[in-house]
């Protein structure tokens, strides 16, 4: 198996799509539409990441990783911050594994 | 600098991903100089952790190599919505557009406008360079150093990943209700063409996203459809 040309391929293809609005997308005046379109994104790109690849994050237990995401979630939601929602999800998951 | 102090949250979330990832690699058999490389020229994670899967069922390189194209076409549109808010130096561009990741792109997408393209660029460098210094050296970490984990800490990191996603997703739906609807539907259809109709991963996740955002810029109430929103 080529290791170089895996990683060269993937390197190719993830970074081309990256920079092509970098060089060519220079237009200050877009659409209303586009706009929000493109305002839109991030949230929607974080909901289609986190599920459903989300529910097999911890192999074998489905459950134990949705629990470790709504751990997070809760500490986001109280604001503690990208750092303790990561670790307390975690943490959560480990616990649930240690137990159950 | 201003950038790299706001990556810093991203970096610490990359450390125990990017262990992760590293220690999937090392637990799969990965070679050290592969994982390693796969963090320093690709800079996915997402990506990498599926490629490790693909890996590990033995799919051809082509195949993975597509996958990748399809998982990773949604930063097209996340460097889309960054140069349409926010104008960077020309020279700097290529670097830039490198270190666009999902993190690195929902913290930039945060950050306010600077006056000249000289500030956007530093900040955006600082931010990414904050990401990618961490997620390098946290392969490296989980790979040489992941097996002294005991195996439930290393099976419970799996879920790193997602709880940075999560993380990042929150702050940006308490506000309005519309962008919580909007990133349900694209987490609802990329599930049901995944799961339910068998689309490959990364072409669902295009499909997801643009069917939900497009719907959404299209149906959005005014409040919610300013770009303050994102």
């Not at chain 2, 996915?44 to 799919?59: C, E, K, Y």
Request: proline share 6%; hydrophobic share 60%.
């Amino acid at each position: 198996m080529n290791v170089f040309l895996l990683v060269a391929g993937m390197a190719l293809v993830t970074y081309i799509p990256r920079l092509l609005p970098f060089v060519a997308l220079r237009s200050e005046s877009l659409p209303p539409y586009v706009r929000r379109f493109l305002s839109l994104l991030p949230v929607a790109a974080l909901g289609a990441l986190i599920f459903p690849d989300g529910v097999t994050a911890v192999p074998g237990r489905p459950w134990v990783s949705v629990a470790g995401i709504a751990v997070a979630a809760v500490l986001s939601v109280l604001r503690l911050g990208m750092v303790a929602s990561v670790l307390g999800g975690v943490g959560a998951a480990w616990l649930l594994l240690v137990v159950l | 600098m201003a950038g790299f102090i706001a990556g810093l949250p991203v970096l610490m979330g990359y450390l125990p991903v990017g262990i992760a990832f590293g220690l999937l690699a090392r637990t799969q058999a990965l070679p050290a100089g592969l994982a390693l490389a796969l963090s320093v020229f690709v800079f996915a994670g997402a990506a990498q952790f599926m490629a490790v899967g693909l890996l590990a069922s033995g799919s051809a390189v082509w195949g993975i190599i597509a996958a990748t194209f399809f998982l990773n076409l949604r930063h097209l549109l996340m460097s889309s919505s960054l140069v349409a808010r926010h104008r960077f130096p020309a020279w700097l561009s290529p670097f830039l557009a490198f270190g666009v990741t999902d993190e690195t792109f929902a913290v930039a997408s945060s950050a306010p406008t600077a006056a000249s393209p000289q500030k956007n660029g530093s900040y955006v460098l600082g931010l990414e360079t904050a990401a990618y210094t961490a997620w390098v050296s946290a392969t490296a970490v989980g790979y040489s150093f992941g097996s002294v984990l005991p195996e439930r800490v290393a099976a419970a990191m799996g879920v790193a990943l997602y709880c940075l996603f999560t993380a990042l997703l929150v702050p940006r739906i308490r506000k309005a209700w519309f962008p919580a609807v909007v990133a349900a539907a694209a987490a609802g259809i990329n599930s049901c063409l995944a799961s339910g109709f068998g689309v490959a991963p990364g072409l669902s996740f295009v499909i997801a996203l643009l069917a939900s955002a497009g719907v959404g810029a299209a149906v959005a109430p005014n409040a919610a459809g300013k770009e303050a929103a994102a």
